[in-house]
């Protein structure tokens, strides 16, 4: 069967696609589990230890605390309470903090700081699974055993109000709930007034023990406008007066009740310095956890800094507290200050039931538990405590007891602190199995950048040949072999035989297809070995560079520095790039000149018109004389003088652009806390400068993009702009002459749904046209025009979602875009390959320049919302990712409208196609054989796992591009 190079190449990335997403499902591992399943524990608590007397208590503790009230402040960073920030906005918090009852800690989440996953390891006391960050967006209940579930089997009552992620995973766990949507994050006022509107009616209540609040204004203002905004102060102040309200509350009720009330405040993440959260900086990981009671007597004086705990540290001690077996899944340890004004023999009651929660779930985990030190620190700590019991129920009242007690205290605390970290170690169970079954490499065929971009793809043969039958056979083989091994827990041997089946088949016949494609294309080439050893032709400059460049960069993906700091290898690749170009424009320059006493050319044509011999007065001129060169030089000499100016100082302008474009977004984590251009212009006082820097960027992308637009859309684009900006300056980020103050700022509902009416429309304007295309008579000057409009309508909701101050990075995009298909690619003769190669470096190196990142953090989701009252998820997913991949999207797309309407070669479309298929898959292929190998390294998770997320969406990005130069190439197949 013979295929088109693009049709094959979509084939290969949508075959990738689904290997990838396989890789992902065996790559990101589930956390330790409990093997007794999830329901809340039904055995009876481990008794008490004794030595040679029976223990009379074998019955879980009573609860220490009547009501328990958690306060979860999103994105509330540990220098908001116990910083500046804390004196200055929550006064009445510090007091607590510094001379309050109160035991105050910095808790440290583990990433990925999102959300959800910090909700799972707050409730549940487990390190949530990495892949936990792409189902924040749409929560699971959760089935793992947690306090939440707990309490409700204790026949607590709890209250909930706030974010609605909550009610997701505990659907039906509380007795009362209001849940606000936790994506919008344009709202940071109404979101939280929907949580303070219940407190007075609730606290004056006596018919609740548990009453859980998540307040989510502070996370929006971080994603809105940054850590430094002067919002942040109001916040913290309306937080710092929501607590003193609790706390008055719960001391009133205290005097009436038996036991006292315990008020906790914490934070599920931190804030990075851009606003964000989901990656491993200190600012992200460090947030601040208040235990408030009247049972922490302090004495005068007595001055407690926050001591340094996990945050998995809280499940336990909130079991302690309501009186609850903790969750099976716990790695968390019980914050020992709470409970060390107990006597002695409570204190150790705590502990013991602590440590055999954790030492059985190293037990289930570590095949080799007994010599784990933690494990054996346990059974000396448990040992010891057997004896001290013996005495103590012997009425010994004895100093010896009391010492005996301390050094048992002790031991019980270091056995706890060495199984936490064993088990927070065992984080991850690979699925080898599932990693192997993916197709890696995408072949690159000669064929397919061949003339005729065609290549013969066996197809019926491999069903019929004895090596099928042999590879289906092994596979299956393999397939039994592991899915019938001791304690196997890889995702194929959970699916059905025929599901499996059916992968085998077809993973089968595609390598079968493949080696007979490699068979038939390894002959033609011993054929032609000849003729290649013959020929004359050689690289050129330009070709070792780009072969160079993606050679090193898909090495430098085995580094972690280099993925953190990735923009800088494509800021160098692209600024080499264009002095290649440099030198490649002048040496062309200097071949045109008529003047030229070293090298005067002589064509002779023949009799079609091509250049077949050229004869200069010099031998040093010789090496110059390949084909393209010549014709270039030929081109050159048709240009007029400006033009010529204008081809030399093309890649120079170019270099300047990328330069300045540098200096706009440090991004990256070296050089991500240094000051740059876009906080200067993000800062309230230099809002009038950037006020005037987003109109004219504005003005000069309508300027750039109406050039080949009809009519009609140059009047929606000009008006959609205006849109844009009107936007923006509702939603306080620029001056506008019709504001007065702050009282006219909203969310910018009708403007941006107004700019969504233009970019639909020209959408819809462009697609018309490459319909009609197929069926008008003047087809290609429709399909050229559709294609272009389809462009526009791109660019103008990138105009809308970009931040103000990232709007000169969409002009010097385009700017860019204009210059080098005016100035270089034309007048130079580059191919369709070295085209899709330039425009693939540059689409990456823009992702960058826009401030992104191989960290989670940079992800703007703010741009998902845009136009949006509510959250939903589908627009909201679709802008977010558009948003991020702005750079390779709009690339993409103009890449698609420089071969569709300046390629001379009707096989351009699916020589780039192919191109740049192999270009994204390169990396992607040589990456998962690095995770794979490094899957124990110590920065898996902070470093290496987002990169590999990244490299997934980039895939199902390009697989989309890929469809869509494949549906241009089969219109203009069906043209010609």
């Given at each position: 069967?013979?295929?088109?190079?693009?049709?094959?190449?979509?084939?290969?990335?949508?075959?990738?696609?689904?290997?990838?997403?396989?890789?992902?499902?065996?790559?990101?591992?589930?956390?330790?589990?409990?093997?007794?399943?999830?329901?809340?524990?039904?055995?009876?608590?481990?008794?008490?230890?004794?030595?040679?007397?029976?223990?009379?208590?074998?019955?879980?503790?009573?609860?220490?605390?009547?009501?328990?009230?958690?306060?979860?402040?999103?994105?509330?960073?540990?220098?908001?309470?116990?910083?500046?920030?804390?004196?200055?906005?929550?006064?009445?918090?510090?007091?607590?903090?510094?001379?309050?009852?109160?035991?105050?800690?910095?808790?440290?989440?583990?990433?990925?700081?999102?959300?959800?996953?910090?909700?799972?390891?707050?409730?549940?006391?487990?390190?949530?699974?990495?892949?936990?960050?792409?189902?924040?967006?749409?929560?699971?209940?959760?089935?793992?055993?947690?306090?939440?579930?707990?309490?409700?089997?204790?026949?607590?009552?709890?209250?909930?109000?706030?974010?609605?992620?909550?009610?997701?995973?505990?659907?039906?766990?509380?007795?009362?709930?209001?849940?606000?949507?936790?994506?919008?994050?344009?709202?940071?006022?109404?979101?939280?007034?929907?949580?303070?509107?219940?407190?007075?009616?609730?606290?004056?209540?006596?018919?609740?023990?548990?009453?859980?609040?998540?307040?989510?204004?502070?996370?929006?203002?971080?994603?809105?406008?940054?850590?430094?905004?002067?919002?942040?102060?109001?916040?913290?102040?309306?937080?710092?007066?929501?607590?003193?309200?609790?706390?008055?509350?719960?001391?009133?009720?205290?005097?009436?009740?038996?036991?006292?009330?315990?008020?906790?405040?914490?934070?599920?993440?931190?804030?990075?310095?851009?606003?964000?959260?989901?990656?491993?900086?200190?600012?992200?990981?460090?947030?601040?956890?208040?235990?408030?009671?009247?049972?922490?007597?302090?004495?005068?004086?007595?001055?407690?800094?926050?001591?340094?705990?996990?945050?998995?540290?809280?499940?336990?001690?909130?079991?302690?507290?309501?009186?609850?077996?903790?969750?099976?899944?716990?790695?968390?340890?019980?914050?020992?200050?709470?409970?060390?004004?107990?006597?002695?023999?409570?204190?150790?009651?705590?502990?013991?039931?602590?440590?055999?929660?954790?030492?059985?779930?190293?037990?289930?985990?570590?095949?080799?538990?007994?010599?784990?030190?933690g494990f054996e620190q346990f059974k000396m700590s448990e040992k010891m405590h057997g004896n001290w019991v013996r005495l103590y129920l012997e009425e010994n009242n004895s100093e010896v007891l009391l010492n005996l007690g301390t050094k048992v205290l002790r031991q019980y605390l270091d056995a706890l602190q060495i199984l936490s970290l064993s088990l927070s170690r065992q984080v991850a169970h690979y699925d080898i199995y599932s990693m192997a079954v993916l197709t890696l490499l995408l072949l690159s065929v000669p064929k397919a950048l061949g003339p005729?971009?065609?290549?013969?793809?066996?197809?019926?043969?491999?069903?019929?040949?004895?090596?099928?039958?042999?590879?289906?056979?092994?596979?299956?083989?393999?397939?039994?072999?592991?899915?019938?091994?001791?304690?196997?827990?890889?995702?194929?041997?959970?699916?059905?035989?025929?599901?499996?089946?059916?992968?085998?088949?077809?993973?089968?016949?595609?390598?079968?297809?493949?080696?007979?494609?490699?068979?038939?294309?390894?002959?033609?080439?011993?054929?032609?070995?000849?003729?290649?050893?013959?020929?004359?032709?050689?690289?050129?400059?330009?070709?070792?560079?780009?072969?160079?460049?993606?050679?090193?960069?898909?090495?430098?993906?085995?580094?972690?520095?280099?993925?953190e700091e990735e923009h800088q290898t494509w800021y160098f690749l692209v600024s080499t790039l264009c002095l290649a170009l440099c030198q490649e424009v002048c040496r062309n320059h200097l071949l045109s000149s008529d003047g030229d006493p070293q090298c005067s050319l002589h064509v002779e044509l023949g009799p079609k018109g091509d250049a077949l011999v050229l004869q200069d007065k010099a031998e040093g001129c010789a090496m110059l004389e390949a084909d393209r060169t010549h014709k270039t030089a030929s081109a050159f000499r048709q240009l007029g003088s400006?033009?010529?100016?204008?081809?030399?100082?093309?890649?120079?302008?170019?270099?300047?652009?990328?330069?300045?474009?540098?200096?706009?977004?440090?991004?990256?984590?070296?050089?991500?806390?240094?000051?740059?251009?876009?906080?200067?212009?993000?800062?309230?006082?230099?809002?009038?400068?950037?006020?005037?820097?987003?109109?004219?960027?504005?003005?000069?992308?309508?300027?750039?993009?109406?050039?080949?637009?009809?009519?009609?859309?140059?009047?929606?684009?000009?008006?959609?702009?205006?849109?844009?900006?009107?936007?923006?300056?509702?939603?306080?980020?620029?001056?506008?002459?019709?504001?007065?103050?702050?009282?006219?700022?909203?969310?910018?509902?009708?403007?941006?749904?107004?700019?969504y009416v233009f970019v639909l429309g020209i959408l819809f304007t462009g697609t018309k046209d490459l319909l009609r295309a197929q069926v008008a008579a003047a087809g290609i000057r429709a399909r050229t025009m559709g294609l272009w409009e389809i462009y526009s309508g791109l660019v103008l909701l990138a105009a809308l979602l970009l931040r103000p101050h990232n709007l000169p990075v969409l002009v010097c995009s385009l700017l860019v875009q204009t210059l080098m298909a005016e100035f270089v690619w034309k007048p130079l003769s580059h191919d369709a390959a070295?085209?899709?190669?330039?425009?693939?470096?540059?689409?990456?190196?823009?992702?960058?320049?826009?401030?992104?990142?191989?960290?989670?953090?940079?992800?703007?989701?703010?741009?998902?919302?845009?136009?949006?009252?509510?959250?939903?998820?589908?627009?909201?997913?679709?802008?977010?990712?558009?948003?991020?991949?702005?750079?390779?999207?709009?690339?993409?797309?103009?890449?698609?409208?420089?071969?569709?309407?300046?390629?001379?070669?009707?096989?351009?479309?699916?020589?780039?196609?192919?191109?740049?298929?192999?270009?994204?898959?390169?990396?992607?292929?040589?990456?998962?054989?690095?995770?794979?190998?490094?899957?124990?390294?110590?920065?898996?998770?902070?470093?290496?796992?987002?990169?590999?997320?990244?490299?997934?969406?980039?895939?199902?990005?390009?697989?989309?591009?890929?469809?869509?130069?494949?549906?241009?190439?089969?219109?203009?197949?069906?043209?010609?």
């Open positions: 069967m013979r295929l088109g190079s693009g049709t094959f190449a979509v084939c290969c990335v949508a075959i990738e696609v689904l290997g990838v997403a396989i890789f992902l499902r065996g790559f990101f591992p589930a956390p330790v589990r409990s093997a007794s399943g999830t329901e809340p524990q039904a055995e009876l608590p481990a008794p008490e230890p004794s030595a040679g007397s029976s223990s009379n208590w074998t019955k879980l503790p009573p609860p220490l605390f009547s009501k328990v009230v958690l306060v979860l402040i999103d994105a509330l960073r540990d220098d908001f309470v116990f910083g500046s920030k804390g004196v200055k906005f929550m006064p009445y918090t510090t007091y607590l903090v510094e001379k309050g009852a109160s035991h105050s800690f910095v808790a440290e989440a583990k990433p990925p700081t999102v959300t959800m996953p910090r909700i799972k390891a707050l409730m549940t006391g487990s390190l949530p699974g990495f892949v936990d960050v792409i189902r924040n967006l749409n929560s699971p209940v959760l089935l793992e055993d947690n306090v939440i579930k707990q309490a409700k089997a204790a026949g607590k009552r709890m209250i909930f109000y706030g974010d609605e992620t909550w009610v997701k995973l505990f659907p039906k766990h509380f007795v009362e709930y209001d849940g606000t949507t936790s994506f919008f994050v344009s709202d940071y006022t109404e979101v939280d007034n929907n949580v303070t509107r219940h407190l007075e009616k609730v606290l004056k209540r006596e018919d609740w023990d548990v009453l859980v609040l998540h307040y989510l204004g502070l996370d929006h203002i971080g994603h809105l406008s940054g850590p430094n905004s002067p919002l942040i102060g109001h916040k913290l102040s309306e937080m710092d007066g929501v607590l003193m309200k609790i706390h008055m509350a719960l001391l009133s009720k205290e005097r009436a009740a038996t036991l006292p009330t315990l008020l906790v405040l914490c934070g599920d993440h931190g804030m990075s310095e851009t606003g964000s959260h989901g990656a491993s900086s200190l600012e992200e990981v460090s947030t601040p956890l208040v235990l408030v009671s009247s049972a922490f007597v302090r004495k005068s004086g007595d001055i407690r800094r926050p001591r340094h705990v996990q945050q998995t540290d809280l499940a336990a001690t909130l079991a302690i507290a309501l009186g609850l077996p903790i969750p099976k899944n716990s790695v968390g340890r019980l914050l020992f200050p709470i409970v060390e004004g107990k006597p002695m023999r409570e204190q150790l009651r705590f502990l013991h039931l602590n440590t055999v929660q954790l030492s059985k779930l190293l037990q289930e985990n570590v095949p080799l538990y007994e010599k784990d030190p005729a971009a065609e290549l013969d793809v066996p197809l019926s043969s491999p069903l019929f040949s004895l090596l099928f039958y042999l590879m289906l056979l092994v596979l299956s083989a393999v397939h039994v072999v592991v899915c019938t091994s001791a304690e196997s827990s890889c995702y194929f041997c959970s699916v059905s035989w025929l599901v499996a089946g059916g992968a085998m088949l077809l993973i089968s016949a595609l390598l079968c297809a493949i080696m007979s494609a490699l068979t038939k294309t390894g002959v033609s080439m011993k054929h032609a070995g000849k003729n290649l050893a013959s020929s004359n032709s050689k690289w050129s400059e330009l070709d070792l560079l780009i072969l160079l460049g993606t050679a090193g960069h898909v090495l430098s993906l085995g580094a972690s520095s280099f993925i400006v033009e010529r100016r204008m081809v030399l100082a093309s890649p120079w302008a170019v270099l300047c652009c990328c330069r300045l474009l540098r200096s706009l977004n440090q991004t990256g984590v070296q050089g991500a806390h240094r000051p740059d251009l876009g906080h200067w212009l993000t800062s309230s006082d230099h809002q009038a400068a950037l006020s005037i820097l987003a109109a004219l960027s504005l003005l000069t992308v309508f300027l750039l993009v109406q050039r080949r637009c009809s009519p009609m859309s140059k009047v929606a684009l000009a008006l959609g702009l205006l849109g844009v900006y009107c936007y923006r300056a509702a939603i306080g980020n620029l001056m506008s002459p019709w504001q007065r103050g702050n009282k006219d700022i909203s969310k910018g509902i009708i403007e941006a749904r107004f700019v070295e085209v899709t190669v330039m425009h693939y470096w540059f689409g990456q190196a823009f992702f960058y320049f826009q401030g992104n990142s191989n960290n989670i953090a940079t992800v703007d989701i703010s741009a998902g919302f845009v136009g949006l009252e509510h959250y939903v998820e589908v627009p909201a997913v679709f802008l977010t990712a558009f948003s991020t991949y702005l750079g390779p999207v709009l690339w993409a797309s103009h890449l698609v409208n420089y071969l569709s309407s300046e390629a001379g070669s009707p096989a351009a479309l699916r020589h780039s196609c192919f191109c740049y298929a192999l270009l994204c898959s390169l990396p992607v292929s040589a990456y998962i054989i690095l995770v794979t190998s490094l899957r124990y390294h110590l920065f898996i998770w902070s470093v290496f796992s987002p990169k590999l997320l990244y490299e997934g969406m980039h895939l199902l990005i390009t697989a989309t591009i890929c469809v869509f130069f494949t549906a241009m190439d089969q219109t203009r197949h069906m043209k010609s």
